[in-house]
Every structure is written in structure tokens, then in C-alpha cells.
């Protein structure tokens, strides 16, 4: 579904992707793990073309996505959720959801609000406060709520365990495994492994922006030197 060939990604003089490749195949749970600031957040920006790479490529179902507006990769079927979740302060529950609603595209799951509450209860119960009355956690919900909202044939979710409680985080490790189930391609970044491991099919590490690993946590699991190089703090 997703192929990214071979792309550089800058902010400004600074060099972050350097010549990074891989792909997510349909269907698929992703992990991206690295460090802080190994590059991962400007690989899911680089997908959306928020940021743009300089050479390289983004395939996505066979479309070059490099260089079109953002607007144009989420109406091609890529819904982002960025790690600053950025839902609507003053916004309901049911106002937010709305804002993301998109008409269904053939290929990807069909999402009404009445299924959002029943991944979500917590935004059930509170479907009419505004987003700055809700906690990080149902922040975090409410942000993959709307995303799902545009019936996404792709789910980028940036760093979705970050500052949220432990029992969020299983909530959240719920919520990836109900969406995979459902038929969504979803790609996390994630730094932690424990969750990402519950919830993916596959990992990529990058570091300085590089491609250090691609396979199975089984294989990951056979190469404790890379875990250690890598994601070790």
C-alpha cells in the first residue's frame, strides 16, 4: 500500500532522512521505532508531505504523493495522527468528529460514530464536553476518533502511547488490535517497545534518520545487538 523509495527529508540546512526505504504492505501493523530524534515523526510528515522530501519517492497504491498539498495525500486515503494530537480546544466530542468526516473510499473501513463509541466509551460519555475539558487520554482518543472519521485506507499514528496512563495504553493497544482487525494498514512510531511489540506485525528502527532494521519482532528478539544499539536508552 505504502512504498517510500529512497527519500532525504530537511528542515532547513539540517539533514534528518537520509535515503530511507520501506513499505507497508495492506492490511499490515507497522512499527517505527527509534530513539528521540531519530527521524521518526519527520518520516510520517514526510508521508503526509508536510514535510517534503528533496529527492525520493512516497507510493501510495501507485500514485507519487511528493510534492502534492497535504490536503490532497488525506483525501487520497492517509489519515494522520500527529503526536500533538491537535483536536479542536473549544470543540465538542461530536463537533470534532465531524470536522474529520470524509465520504467512504472503496478499499477502507466505513466509520460511524455510534462504531467510535463503541472502540471509545470513554467519548460516549463524554460526546458533548469541549476538547479542553477531556484528559490527554481521551484527547489522544477523540484525535483517532476524528482521523477515523474520513475512512482512511492508511492510519499514521505519531507516538499514540506518549504521556497517556498505563491503563490508556492498554486501552490504546486495544483500540490498534480492533482497528487491524477491521482491515486498517496502520503505522505507529513508537519508542516503546513493550507496546509496540503487542501491537505490530513488523518493526523498522531508524537512526539519524537511517534504516537500521526491518523484520518480525521474532527476528528483532534473535538480535539483541540491534535492540541494544538502538533502543536501549
Known amino acids: 500500500m505504502l512504498n517510500v523509495e529512497g527519500i532525504h527529508s530537511y528542515y532547513s540546512k539540517a539533514h534528518i ?10 492490511g499490515e501493523v507497522v ?6 530524534g531519530a527521524g521518526k515523526s519527520t518520516t510520517m510528515k514526510s508521508v503526509m508531505q508536510l514535510v517534503r522530501p528533496r529527492t525520493g519517492r ?7 504523493l511528493v510534492g502534492a498539498p497535504a490536503f490532497r495525500v488525506a483525501k487520497a486515503g492517509i489519515g494522520y495522527v500527529p503526536e500533538d494530537r491537535r483536536i479542536f ?6 463537533e470534532n468528529l465531524e470536522v474529520g468526516r470524509q465520504p467512504r473510499r472503496d478499499g477502507a473501513p466505513v466509520w460511524t460514530v455510534e462504531q467510535l463509541f ?7 460519555e463524554r460526546r458533548g464536553n469541549r476538547g479542553k475539558h477531556m484528559s490527554g487520554g481521551e484527547q489522544q482518543m477523540l484525535t483517532i476518533a476524528r482521523t477515523l472519521m474520513g475512512n482512511p485506507l492508511l492510519l499514521l499514528l505519531d507516538e499514540p502511547s506518549e504521556g497517556i496512563a498505563p491503563v490508556i495504553v492498554e486501552q490504546m493497544a486495544e483500540t490498534i488490535l480492533k482497528l487491524k482487525a477491521q482491515g486498517l494498514t496502520v503505522m505507529i512510531s513508537e519508542q516503546n517497545l513493550h507496546f509496540a511489540r503487542a501491537v505490530a506485525d513488523r518493526a523498522i528502527i531508524i537512526e539519524g534518520g537511517e534504516k537500521k532494521f526491518d523484520g518480525s519482532f521474532a527476528e528483532l528478539e534473535a538480535q539483541p545487538e540491534i535492540r541494544d544499539a538502538y533502543l536501549s536508552v
Open 17 to 26: 532522512l537520509n535515503d530511507l526505504s520501506f513499505n507497508v504492505g495492506r
Open 58 to 64: 512516497v507510493m501510495f497504491q501507485d500514485a507519487d
Open 31 to 36: 512499527a517505527l521505532l527509534g530513539r528521540n
Open 118 to 124: 463503541d472502540i471509545f466509551p470513554n467519548l460516549a
Open 89 to 94: 480546544t473549544d470543540l465538542t466530542v461530536m
